[in-house]
């Protein structure tokens, strides 16, 4: 966090440089293809930790909430559309991933995180 602002700067540097060498790097088809393919995993992972909060005891809050159905549904519809991106697109959201877990493996080693 930036001291003065409060605000993930690093981070916010971090994703326009990604989106920078995403954009420069090949046609609109393949930046569209890893886009998709990162927030279809995004989705995924929203609808599994719906699901691990649904299974938690405890008393339940007097707001919407949709059927447990709803986000199985969800990640199982993002995983049968994660086949259907471009295979490069598959190389680099995974070379993406492996980044971003690594800076947080180090940044958590640090204990800055």
């Known amino acids: 966090m930036h001291p003065k602002r409060r605000t ?3 981070a916010i540097l971090t994703i326009l440089v990604v989106a920078l060498a995403l954009a420069l790097s090949g046609t609109l088809t393949y930046l569209a293809g890893t886009t998709s393919l990162l927030l279809l995993l ?8 719906l699901i691990a ?12 909430c ?11 519809t993002c995983l049968g559309l ?3 991106v471009p295979r490069g697109s598959l190389l680099t959201a995974g ?3 492996l ?9 958590t080693r640090r204990g800055t995180a």
């Open 42 to 49: 995004v989705f995924f992972t929203l609808n599994l930790s």
């Open 8 to 10: 993930p700067h690093l």
């Open 95 to 97: 070379i993406i991933l």
């Open 66 to 76: 949709a059927p447990r159905v709803v986000p199985v549904v969800g990640a199982l």
């Open 53 to 64: 909060i649904k299974r938690r005891d405890g008393e339940p809050v007097r707001t919407f």
């Open 99 to 107: 980044l971003g877990s690594g800076i947080v493996a180090l940044r």
């Open 82 to 84: 994660m086949p259907f």
